[in-house]
Every structure is written in structure tokens, then in C-alpha cells.
């Protein structure tokens, strides 16, 4: 058995301290990294990409493989839907000219749709996957800045939650942070249902979306898009599926379970989308230091 | 001379290889989702702790699990207590325990499977996690003990090798 000497029992006690001290403190604030976190997160996060690039290149090419294996049956699948596509694109053309000339009638130049893409690298997840985070090889010198939104080709995937010059931290969408909140719409036939992405449902794997207007007809199967309208994200950027509605716990709005498109088990490129439109932070300051009041009420 | 330097080099590979394997998880068995954790350092810190130095463990474990901390996980203090107290502990353990590398290797994971436990309860008690211990158990710990297994069965022997070259080259110098 180790033999503790007085000298030693004060230390122990004192850097148990210390640590508790510590814990606590890089818990509560979250939103920024002091000097010396974002020192050691730059050079951590270089050494990071040399790995992750050489990484990303050999999963690449099992990729490739795996899909020239399904090269056929894709083939059959993507003919069909060719010839879809062809009246599609036209009608997307006519649609955005209509657009562009309805714009200069009206004087109306920024749209909350607009936004300027910077392309980034997922350098490295959260290896003890509690927390549901990546992180990208762009930072604030890349004009990375905090709640910008992450997306893949296919959808939505988070938004930044922590920036330091060189690199940038995304919290995904699946996370369990109750103040994680997407202001979305459901694209249905003839109208458009608002409503607000909270929580993640880890036993269906499902995004949960609440307060819909219980009047308003959700179907399965239809779109899910962000709206714009919550300040950070801009508009149009598809978050999944509705596979579900039901009524929320109280019984005033509907609920629905969202399946996600986007893929998040090998997340490799990913698109942070920097808003044109001006919005006001100190407003959005406003609202995280309300919700955090509630919280503690809700405590 | 390469020797010397060879079991830091080893550490920040490692290191800097967890997160790379992070990305293929969560994988999906039978509609299931299954978390796989690679806990590739603290098994080599544990290697290290048993057949070289307890000592030299327990500092690398400090300034690992501190950069662990602030790079991944944003909460200081939490790695950077695990992982030189899972190379104490497995230091300790020399004494009694025979070294082979077969116990080696079951020893290293039952500490993985305790620090995964105290994992579990301390991101429970901060509300990070909401899931009960049974799918705890079943989604994370035992797909991450089997996945840390074969990485094991794979490297042990390499592990082994390597700090057994520098052990020896470290008896030369002295004599």
C-alpha cells in the first residue's frame, strides 16, 4: 500500500481541488476558448490535419470501391430518374429568372437564402463520442464565426459552437443540448408549417421537431428545411424527412420525427455556410442568456 | 539514439490516430447503434506503466489527458485525472501480478472498461447523457472493449517489443 505522508495528503487535497475548480469552470463557459486553450487547440489541430489528411485520402478510395461495386444497380436507378431531372431543371431555371426579374421589381436584393460557402475538412471527432462534436480545419481567419451552420451535400449537419483561429468545433444536431434549437419549415404541398427542431430521439435515431400548429396537415414523407428566420441559418437548407406526427405532450401542438439527411457516420468535407444577411448578435446574446435563465428556473 | 525518443513518438501517434478511427463510429449492427471509443493511448500508457515506468506513465498520462481535454473535450480536468490514475493503478498492480502479455492485455482492458464506467456516471451527473447503464452496457462498453481487444491482439506485441528495446538499451547506457 502507497504510504502518505502529511506533505503529500496536502497536495493530493489541494490539486483535487484544483481540478474540481477546473472542471467546473471550463463547464460553464463554453462559448469561448482563453488564450491558452485556443494556443494548444491550433497546434493540436495542425498536427491533426497532417494525420487526417492522409486518413481521409485511404477512406476515399474504400468509398470509391464500395460504390463502383454498386455502380450497376445505381446506374438502372439514376437513368430513371434522368429523364425527371430534365424537366426539373427547367422548370428550376424559368423559376429563378421569374425570381431575379420579380427581385428588381421590387427592390429587394438580400434574401435570407444567400449565404457565402467556406469550404472546410473534418480534421477529428470527439473520440469518447458523449458529446457529438467534429472538428474543422477552418477558423476565425477563415471568417469562421460562432453559430454559423455546417452542412454536407446531402443537409444540415450543426452548427459552430467554438471557434479558435486556426480550427473551429461543431456541435451536430443529434445533440442532447436542450438549447440546441433550428428554426425549421416543412416544404407541404400548397403551404408552409413552421416550427422548431429541439432534441434528438436516440432510440429512433430521429430529430424531433415541436410546436407545429395542430390545425395545420403534416404528412409523412414531406421536406424539412430551415427557415432563416432564427438569425444564424440561412434559409433553404435541407434538414430530412418527416417519418412521424403525433401530439406533443400537452396536447396543443403537433410533434414530428425527422429523419436526418444527412450522413453522419463519415463525415470527411463539409460546408460551413456564412449568412450574407446582416443580423444582430446582441439580440441572439439576448435570447442564450434567457434560455439559460430558464434552465436554472426549470432546475 | 532513435530508441529514446521512440515511446513519446509512439504516444502522440497514438494520440493523434483516436480521432481519425473516431470517425468511422457509430457504426449500425442489426438496427442497432453502436458506439466504438478508441482508447488506443491509454492502453499504450498502461503498457508502458507495467513493463517500463510507472513514473514516466503517470507524466505522460498528465500532459496527454490535458490536451485531451482541452483539444476534445472542453471540460479541463477530466482526462487529465483519468489518465495518469489508470497508469498509478496499473503500475501498482506489478507487484503482485505476473507479466505476461496476455494478462497484460486483460488487465489494460478491465481498466478501460473502469475509466468508461466513471465516464458514464460523471456525464450522467452533468446531464450529457441521459441513457440508462444497461444501454450504456450495450450500445458503448462492450462494443469498445471488443474493438479495443483486437487493436490489442494486433499491437500488444508491438508495444511490448518496443519498450522492452528501449528497457534494454536504458540497462547499457547504465552499465
Keep these: 500500500m502507497p504510504h502518505f505522508s502529511n506533505k503529500k495528503l496536502i497536495l493530493l487535497l489541494v490539486s483535487m481541488i484544483f481540478i474540481v475548480a477546473l472542471i467546473s469552470f471550463s463547464l460553464r463557459d463554453r462559448q469561448n476558448a482563453t488564450l491558452p486553450e485556443q494556443f494548444i487547440k491550433d497546434t493540436v489541430g495542425l498536427a491533426q490535419g497532417f494525420v487526417a489528411k492522409p486518413a481521409n485520402y485511404i477512406t476515399g478510395i474504400f468509398n470509391d470501391i464500395n460504390s463502383l461495386l454498386n455502380t450497376y444497380e445505381e446506374n438502372k436507378r439514376l437513368k430513371m430518374r434522368l429523364e425527371d431531372f430534365a424537366a426539373l431543371q427547367s422548370e428550376v431555371n424559368t423559376l429563378k429568372s421569374e425570381n431575379t426579374s420579380l427581385r428588381d421589381i421590387v427592390d429587394k436584393e438580400s434574401s435570407l437564402r444567400e449565404y457565402v460557402p467556406i469550404q472546410a475538412t473534418v480534421i477529428a471527432r470527439n473520440p469518447d463520442q458523449w458529446e457529438e462534436k467534429i472538428i474543422l480545419d477552418k477558423g476565425s481567419s477563415s471568417g469562421v464565426e460562432l453559430n454559423m451552420a455546417v452542412m454536407t451535400a446531402k443537409g444540415l449537419i450543426g452548427k459552430i459552437s467554438l471557434v479558435t483561429p486556426l480550427t473551429s468545433e461543431v456541435e451536430l444536431i443529434q445533440t442532447n443540448n436542450p438549447n440546441f434549437r433550428v428554426s425549421a419549415v416543412i416544404q407541404s404541398e400548397n403551404e408552409e408549417i413552421f416550427g422548431l427542431i429541439e432534441g434528438f430521439d436516440v432510440d429512433r435515431n430521429e430529430l424531433i421537431m415541436k410546436r407545429i400548429d395542430s390545425s395545420l396537415d403534416v404528412k409523412e414523407g414531406e421536406l424539412v428545411i430551415s427557415s432563416g428566420l432564427g438569425g444564424i441559418f440561412p434559409k433553404g437548407i435541407l434538414i430530412g424527412e418527416v417519418t412521424e406526427i403525433t401530439t406533443d405532450d400537452f396536447g396543443l401542438t403537433k410533434m414530428a420525427y425527422i429523419k436526418p439527411a444527412a450522413d453522419f457516420s463519415l463525415l470527411q468535407d463539409v460546408m460551413i455556410a456564412k449568412r450574407t444577411v446582416i443580423t444582430i448578435d446582441e439580440h441572439e446574446d439576448i435570447k442564450n442568456e434567457q434560455t439559460e435563465e430558464n434552465q436554472n428556473v426549470g432546475e | ?175
Design chain 2, 1 to 175: 539514439m532513435i530508441v529514446r525518443f521512440l515511446i513519446p513518438l509512439t504516444a502522440i501517434v497514438l494520440f493523434l490516430l483516436e480521432p481519425v478511427f473516431a470517425l468511422f463510429s457509430p457504426i449500425n449492427l442489426n438496427e442497432q447503434t453502436v458506439f466504438l471509443v478508441p482508447r488506443f493511448l491509454i492502453l499504450y500508457l498502461i503498457f508502458v506503466s507495467i513493463y517500463y515506468s510507472r513514473k514516466r506513465a503517470v507524466v505522460y498520462g498528465i500532459i496527454f489527458g490535458l490536451l485531451y481535454d482541452v483539444f476534445y473535450i472542453d471540460i479541463i480536468g477530466l482526462y487529465t485525472v483519468l489518465y495518469p490514475l489508470i497508469c498509478l493503478i496499473a503500475g501498482s498492480t506489478v507487484k503482485f501480478i505476473h507479466q505476461h502479455l496476455m494478462i497484460t492485455t486483460l488487465l489494460s482492458l478491465i481498466l478501460v472498461a473502469l475509466m468508461e464506467i466513471v465516464l458514464y456516471y460523471f456525464f450522467l451527473f452533468i446531464n450529457f447523457t441521459t441513457i440508462p447503464f444497461s444501454d450504456f452496457m450495450m450500445t458503448r462498453l462492450i462494443p469498445t472493449i471488443i474493438a479495443n481487444l483486437l487493436f490489442l491482439v494486433m499491437l500488444g506485441w508491438v508495444f511490448k517489443y518496443l519498450i522492452n528495446a528501449r528497457v534494454l538499451q536504458r540497462a547499457r547506457e547504465n552499465t
